[in-house]
């Protein structure tokens, strides 16, 4: 099973062990477009601050966050499982995990990344702050600058398992499974059901739905489920507690799309 997760926008302080070492980190196959962006975004943040800011989105309150990038090579680094933070990690709790569960968690879990394409949580790495939506200088577009090299990596790390993707769209938008990798891939929405004057309404809550994907792959990781494909991952997540709504696609070499739905929003 491999687990595609999103990351954080908000991240740890960088840590104290060694310096970034890009040969290090795994899916060796995206190393040069991972040295191609990282360049860039050293570059953009050693020159005008204003227009690295401007570039990278952030406010005036965040203008640390340039002088943080313009050290990256330098910068000290912690497990990828340590830096992301935010709702989704806190429910996660990687730390917290038994030695099975993180060896498990070693294995499976990949989260996309504007700045390094995609890196297990094991994959040391300093803090940075440069979202999919951005757009650099030199590569342009990291949605789309990242297709190429992901289209020929990811489907190797695939392997011939089930894909659980939780990735959010501007992530999602850099690599889209295709043919039979997207067969046994799952797309998971979390539903919040309330009945009001009678009536089932269901809605999607941002904050809801993040902590709940934490809470799946949490469950998932811990009680050693191992869905071969979808359809085992609904009958997994069944045996878990959730409520889970799956058809198959109409046509093959599509996605599955699972809803979860829950009553109780903690």
């Not at 990798?181 to 539903?191: D, P, S, Y």
Request: glycine fraction near 10%.
């Amino acid at each position: 099973m491999l687990v595609l997760l999103p990351p954080s926008e908000g991240k740890a302080a960088a840590g104290r062990g060694a310096p970034l070492r890009p040969e290090s980190l795994s899916l060796p196959g995206l190393a040069a477009a991972r040295e191609t962006v990282l360049t860039e975004l050293v570059e953009l943040c050693t020159g005008d601050e204003g227009k690295a800011r401007e570039v990278l989105g952030l406010s005036e309150g965040l203008r640390g966050e340039v002088a943080k990038n313009a050290g990256l090579r330098t910068a000290g680094t912690r497990p990828a499982g340590e830096i992301y933070t935010g709702v989704l990690y806190d429910a996660l709790d990687l730390a917290s995990l038994d030695p099975s569960a993180k060896r498990r968690a070693a294995r499976s879990l990949l989260v996309f990344s504007g700045l390094w394409g995609a890196v297990r949580v094991t994959d040391r790495i300093p803090s940075y702050r440069c979202s999919m939506g951005v757009k650099l200088p030199g590569p342009g577009a990291l949605a789309a600058y990242w297709r190429t090299p992901m289209a020929s990596v990811l489907p190797e790390a695939a392997g011939d398992g089930l894909v659980l993707d939780l990735r959010s769209s501007a992530y999602a938008a850099a690599w889209k499974p295709k043919g039979e990798v997207a067969g046994r891939t799952a797309t998971v929405r979390v539903l919040h059901s309330q009945i009001v004057d009678g009536v089932e309404k269901r809605s999607v809550v941002s904050h809801f739905n993040k902590a709940t994907k934490g809470r799946i792959v949490r469950a998932l990781l811990t009680e050693g489920a191992a869905p071969k494909d979808p359809a085992g991952l609904v009958e997994a997540l069944r045996d878990l507690g959730y409520v889970v709504e799956a058809e198959p696609p109409g046509r093959a070499g599509r996605p599955w799309a699972l809803d979860v739905v829950v009553t109780e929003i903690h």
